[in-house]
């Protein structure tokens, strides 16, 4: 685990997050070599939740195309504004002495 490399993710441009690969193309709708963003998992399940693969392939197909539609930029708004207040991360920032 590399814990220096901060990951982003490309749609909420939340810094520090864990993130999975998003086919902007669905594999289903034939994306399988097709661009893939790197999303954090709030957002990715958004996507997924709020589109079906096939709304994702025809209309959707660009990070771009994602960020202007009604209600991904309405959550959108809404999870920038959350920024990392609310997710606690793994850290140990107590140190100890460690006695040998
Ligand atoms: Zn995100
Ligand atoms: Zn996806």
Do not use: F
């Not at 954090?40 to 990070?63: E, F, V």
Request: a positive charge; one cysteine or more; glycine letters at 4%.
């Amino acid at each position: 685990m590399n814990l220096t490399e901060e990951k982003v993710c490309e749609l909420c441009e939340r810094k520090g997050v864990e993130t999975t690969v998003h086919h902007l193309v669905p594999k289903e709708e034939g994306g399988r070599n097709m661009a893939t963003v790197n999303l954090c998992i709030p957002c990715h399940r958004q996507i997924h939740a709020l589109y079906s693969n096939r709304d994702l392939g025809l209309r959707l197909n660009t990070l771009e195309k994602l960020k202007k539609d009604e209600k991904i930029s309405r959550y959108l708004h809404w999870i920038k504004k959350q920024n990392n207040e609310n997710i606690i991360r793994i850290k140990n920032s107590r140190e100890r002495r460690m006695k040998k």
